[in-house]
């Protein structure tokens, strides 16, 4: 059965070019590890093959033949990237959408990333849980992929934050909604209008991260917290079930930012854009993501972004 489930998870892993999965049948969790190239950013082709990962967890609780497999009871979302979680929005693409005026695909994109964030932040609506571990930086769209699980589990050099106000724009798929249900409204400002990066030590204080964990031990840490999850799961699955009630984030609400997201994106300057494409070469300047050896941050570009707007 082990050999079957992980063939019929790997969601024939020839579909897949930028994410990696694997199924764990023992505890019935299924992770996603991102691999986008050129940039370890949230491309097209990633969103599409994150959507292949959700509707494969959605199959596995159907009555399908698939169905007869053991369902998914935890979906984990993580990088194959050494130090680098995801660092956000495809820049290049809205460059180039913004200079073009194009407001339909600006939307089209932010609709693309709602349709996977909403789901994973509802759990599917399954009897599952999702979780984030987060082992290195999450920036912009990175940092709102990792708010939007039920778990955030970071290890300690792991960093996060929104850089988009550098660039006189702020990060409309969802930031707002997942963070001011976790941490208020004020937090939530605060952290968003300021650029600021944040450590993960930082973000567990605040109540933005769940778990922390030494560096190295991030799939330890989510197992831990698997075992001690399922052993009250049925209870636990109904927790979270009431918490989205209790503070309910609707498909509406983050459509709606998107367009106010679209809008803003538009009136971007020249001088906006500039900066923007100092830190596309940022990102650009990371090495392929096979490397072995960690990646130098970007993170000190948001401070140099940061002087320039000045």
């Not at 070019?17 to 049948?25: A, H, K, W």
């Not at 033949?65 to 998914?72: A, E, K, S, T, Y």
Request: charged share 25%; aromatic share 8%.
């Amino acid at each position: 059965m082990a050999a079957i489930s992980a063939e019929i998870y790997s969601l024939a892993q020839s579909e897949l070019s930028q994410v990696e999965t694997r199924f764990d049948p023992e505890y019935g969790a299924y992770w996603a590890y991102m691999n986008p190239r050129p940039r370890p950013s949230f491309n097209p082709d990633l969103l599409r093959e994150l959507r292949l990962y959700l509707d494969a967890i959605v199959d596995s609780h159907s009555q399908t033949p698939r169905g007869q497999l053991p369902p998914v009871r935890y979906g984990v979302l993580a990088s194959k990237i050494p130090g680098v979680f995801n660092l956000g929005g495809d820049l290049t693409l809205f460059r180039s959408l913004i200079k073009q005026q194009d407001r339909p695909a600006l939307l089209l994109y932010g609709e693309t990333c709602i349709n996977n964030l909403y789901p994973w932040h509802r759990n599917c609506d399954l009897p599952l849980t999702s979780i984030s571990l987060v082992q290195g930086d999450a920036l912009g769209g990175g940092f709102e992929a990792a708010l939007s699980a039920s778990v955030l589990i970071a290890e300690e050099s792991a960093r996060m934050g929104f850089p988009e106000i550098l660039f006189n724009l702020f990060p409309g798929m969802g930031a707002f909604s997942f963070l001011s249900r976790k941490v208020g409204r004020r937090t939530t400002e605060e952290m968003i209008t300021s650029g600021a990066i944040y450590t993960a030590r930082q973000l567990y204080d605040m109540g933005v991260v769940d778990v922390i964990t030494p560096d190295g031990t991030g799939e330890q840490a989510v197992y831990a917290y698997i075992r001690r999850h399922s052993k009250n799961a049925n209870g636990r699955h109904g927790f979270e079930r009431a918490r989205n009630e209790v503070a309910p984030i609707t498909r509406e609400e983050l459509l709606r930012v998107v367009n106010v997201w679209a809008d803003t994106a538009l009136k971007l300057s020249d001088r906006d854009l500039r900066i923007m494409e100092r830190l596309i070469r940022a990102q650009q300047r990371t090495p392929a993501p096979d490397a072995l050896e960690p990646i130098d941050n970007i993170v000190p570009m948001y401070s140099i972004a940061s002087r320039d707007r000045a």
